[in-house]
């Protein structure tokens, strides 16, 4: 069995809106904290927002398939059911997406499907599922991202 998990640590602005967001939105459960951080489990990964409010701002932009992707954000590969679970229950409590749901590359070996949302203190997240898992890494030559 392999136990390795993923560890992200982040800066917020306000640690209780962020506990709110991440709890309550994402349904993530809370682990340790203390005044100044707070633990987080995604998806069985670790997740530490630390309240540092200097370190929140906007990052710069890369256009990919025609979308504006912030340069710096982090998110998670789900299985396609759990993907569209999230968006729908994201949808039903009128979740601004920053990028809206799609699937990019139809038809290629790297169909995927993708969306964006930001937590309240400007972090971007992705979510995405691809439609064959072995093909995450898979190289292949992109045209027109």
């Not at 489990?41 to 990919?64: M, T």
């Not at 710096?72 to 994201?90: P, T, V």
């Not at 992705?126 to 045209?143: A, G, L, M, R, V």
């Given at each position: 069995?392999?136990?390795?998990?993923?560890?992200?640590?982040?800066?917020?602005?306000?640690?209780?809106?962020?506990?709110?967001?991440?709890?309550?939105?994402?349904?993530?459960?809370?682990?340790?904290?203390?005044?100044?951080?707070?633990?987080?489990?995604?998806?069985?990964?670790?997740?530490?927002?630390?309240?540092?409010?200097?370190?929140?701002?906007?990052?710069?932009?890369?256009?990919?398939?025609?979308?504006?992707?912030?340069?710096?954000?982090?998110?998670?590969?789900?299985?396609?059911?759990?993907?569209?679970?999230?968006?729908?229950?994201?949808k039903s409590i009128k979740m601004k997406f920053l990028i809206n749901p799609k699937i990019r590359f139809q038809n290629q070996s790297g169909e995927q499907g993708t969306f964006f949302i930001k937590d309240p203190s400007g972090?971007?997240?992705?979510?995405?599922?691809?439609?064959?898992?072995?093909?995450?890494?898979?190289?292949?030559?992109?045209?027109?991202?």
């Open positions: 069995m392999n136990n390795n998990r993923f560890h992200l640590a982040f800066p917020v602005h306000d640690l209780e809106l962020s506990k709110d967001f991440y709890i309550k939105v994402l349904s993530c459960k809370l682990g340790r904290e203390s005044n100044k951080w707070a633990d987080f489990n995604l998806y069985g990964h670790q997740l530490v927002a630390h309240l540092s409010p200097e370190d929140c701002n906007n990052h710069k932009l890369n256009i990919v398939d025609g979308d504006q992707i912030p340069s710096f954000h982090f998110g998670l590969i789900l299985e396609w059911d759990e993907w569209e679970k999230l968006y729908k229950s994201l972090n971007v997240i992705e979510f995405k599922s691809f439609k064959d898992f072995n093909c995450i890494f898979t190289k292949q030559e992109i045209k027109n991202v």
